[in-house]
């Protein structure tokens, strides 16, 4: 099988790359291959009654699937250069942002019309966490929530369906380059009848076994999955932060420059969302940086939830923490839930970022057989939280976790930090240092490996690019779907 581009992952950066090349190149076939489900099939079993954690399914619905990992966040898109990537650094940051409004528009244009868009132009909380030494990053904020957020890929997926073929429950095993003359001699039969063993396409647009479109004539790069293969002389990455080990591979397989990139670490906070309203009435997501005494090392809080739930992750096995909200009044709780993170950048001779961040993570699921939770209170007292102190607590928990002690699982250095980090946003949100304040563990934001790129976001490769959170470029929505929209740009110009 044969096509014009290739796209592998379906996350934000690639759902963006195969709907503005729908739009440019109408002619061309366009494959997007994803190891999850389409968007209605994606269904996390825990239910809270007869599933009560996660049972580390093969494919994780939270994380994978049509939407990627953003399928189910809060659907918060940050029009902004100073969070969420360097893509300013390759693009320039004025491209950089045109492109994240482009896709704002999208987005209001596919069921996302009368969302708010927030900003901090004007606030007066900058000077507030000036003065409590908090620095207050600026951005404009879209806030879709997880079920606006839920329509608005659902109305993608139904305007590129027919024009696209998507390629669901097939993990790419590996990319291939391939030399001109062998994808020149290969007969198109040979390929498809490869392809015919192995899972159908949910939707497909045509016949797929033939490509008439002049690039499919002399295919570059070959991608193999189980029961077949594909190929095309465009192949675009969006792997996303799940693919970060099979992407380590591919770079290695391909010889593809990496450097190491930073992973984050830190809790997740659950408070009465009355001690964040002043806040998040005005700004919705307030990103804020704080550096400690201590150390002097970065702890920020990142994906507020204002009225939101607490979620479990599974990233390659490992059971974290994250948080959701919603648009809809009749979903919202009484509690704002929000991370607290520490960035941790490594040197020689220990590059492995992620493997430190998994570690602490298999420690916490180790411990308390998922997500740890522990009482702010109990935490400054050196305590264990136990289900009697948790089940007294005024904030009640949306998430059921463990009961446990999370000094046993973060390394000190950084739970140092946490604690400071809470004591300081007390001064400028009096209530989160309550003893009741809720804090869940580990939450592990893993980064991969930043890939070796140009301006076009091409590899050393001609005609292979890497886009979104899987090139360690992105770490947003925003940053990864303006990516993919460069990307398709920049293919769809060429001849």
């Known amino acids: 099988m044969k096509y014009d581009v290739i796209i592998i992952g379906a996350g934000p950066g690639g759902i963006f790359s195969a709907y503005e090349l729908m739009k440019r190149r109408p002619g061309w076939k366009i494959g997007v291959f994803e190891g999850g489900t389409e968007l209605e099939k994606r269904h996390c079993p825990i239910d809270g009654d007869k599933i009560k954690s996660c049972i580390r399914c093969k494919s994780c619905s939270i994380m994978s699937g049509f ?57 007066d909380f900058k000077k507030i966490c000036i003065q409590n030494k908090l620095r207050l990053l600026d951005a404009s904020v879209r806030h879709l929530g997880t079920d606006i957020n839920y329509i608005v890929l659902g109305n993608l997926y139904a305007e590129m369906k027919d024009h696209i073929d998507f390629h669901f429950n097939t993990l790419v095993d590996s990319i291939e380059l391939l030399q001109k003359e062998e994808a020149e001699g290969e007969p198109a039969e040979s390929s498809s009848a490869a392809f015919a063993e192995s899972a159908e396409p949910a939707e497909s647009s045509s016949d797929t076994s033939r490509c008439h479109a002049s ?10 999955f189980e029961g077949g293969r594909a190929d095309a002389r465009y192949c675009i990455v969006s792997a996303g932060r ?76 490992i059971v974290t923490v994250n948080g959701h909200s919603f648009e809809d009044p009749s979903k919202k709780t009484e509690n704002t839930n929000f991370a607290l993170l520490v960035s941790k950048h490594f040197s020689e001779p220990f590059k492995d970022s992620n493997g430190y961040g998994e570690s602490i993570a298999r420690l916490s699921n180790m411990l308390g057989g998922g997500v740890i939770v522990q009482r702010f209170g109990d935490l400054a007292r050196g305590r264990r939280s136990n289900p009697a102190r948790i089940s007294e607590c005024t904030v009640q928990p949306t998430l059921q976790a463990t009961p446990g002690d999370l000094s046993l699982v973060l390394p000190k250095r950084i739970l140092d930090g946490i604690i400071e980090m809470i004591y300081a946003l007390d001064k400028i949100a009096p209530g989160t240092a309550n003893n009741d304040t809720l804090l869940y563990g580990v939450e592990v934001k893993f980064y991969n490996m930043e890939v070796s790129l140009d301006e076009n976001l091409e590899t050393n490769h001609p005609g292979l690019y890497v886009i979104g959170d899987g090139s360690g470029v992105t770490h947003s929505l925003s940053h990864a779907s303006a990516s993919g929209v460069y990307v398709a740009e920049i293919i769809s110009e060429q001849e």
């Open 215 to 224: 690039h499919c004539d002399t295919p570059r790069y070959r991608i193999h």
């Open 242 to 317: 799940s693919g970060s080990k099979w992407m380590e591979k591919v770079c290695r397989d391909l010889e593809i420059p990496t450097k190491s990139n930073r992973v984050d670490i830190g809790v997740r906070v659950e408070l009465p969302a009355v001690v964040f309203s002043h806040l998040t009435d005005e700004l919705y997501e307030s990103k804020i940086v704080y550096r400690t005494e201590k150390f002097e090392d970065s702890v920020r809080t990142f994906c507020m939830n204002p009225n939101g739930i607490v979620v479990n992750e599974n990233t390659n096995g």
């Open 67 to 123: 939407g990627g990992a953003g399928a189910f966040s809060d659907g918060k898109y940050n029009i902004t250069n100073d969070f969420g990537g360097t893509l300013y650094a390759h693009i320039g940051r004025k491209k950089a942002l045109e492109l994240m409004r482009y896709v704002d528009q999208i987005n209001l244009d596919h069921g996302g019309e009368g969302t708010k868009l927030y900003s901090t132009a004007g606030t």
